[in-house]
């Protein structure tokens, strides 16, 4: 059976690395408390993040809470982005995970940014799935975390 969809990137050792996922965990601060707390204008902004990054969206579902705050999934056939909002503290935390190297979840996070007016952001990107080179099967190792 053929590995589908894998990504492959240079390792911190420079050497060629291949994985099946880069999941990137994103932390937006001062971000506009109006737009954390619509959950249409939220839903909106995760649809088009996704779509950004070149992802085909299957499905989404959203939740906005009483009195504030709001939570949502975008499925993507590339895996998933998902959020949680604390209008109340200008925060949102989000995961962008896309599979293979159609779609770079790094363009999501930056589009985010834009539509939530985040005065400050990070994100920590995570290669998930790697692959054994000798066995071309997953390593049973920890995912990589890149500092960013």
Known sequence: MEITSPFTSMNKNGKTQTHLGQHVLAEFFECDPNILNNVSMVEKSMIEAA??????VVQKCFHMFNPYGVSGVVIIAESHLAIHTWPELGYAAVDLFTCGDKCDPKISYEYLKKK???KNASFQELKRGIIDEETQRVAQIPFELVQC
């Open 51 to 56: 779509l950004e990054c070149g992802a085909t």
């Open 116 to 118: 939530f007016n985040s």
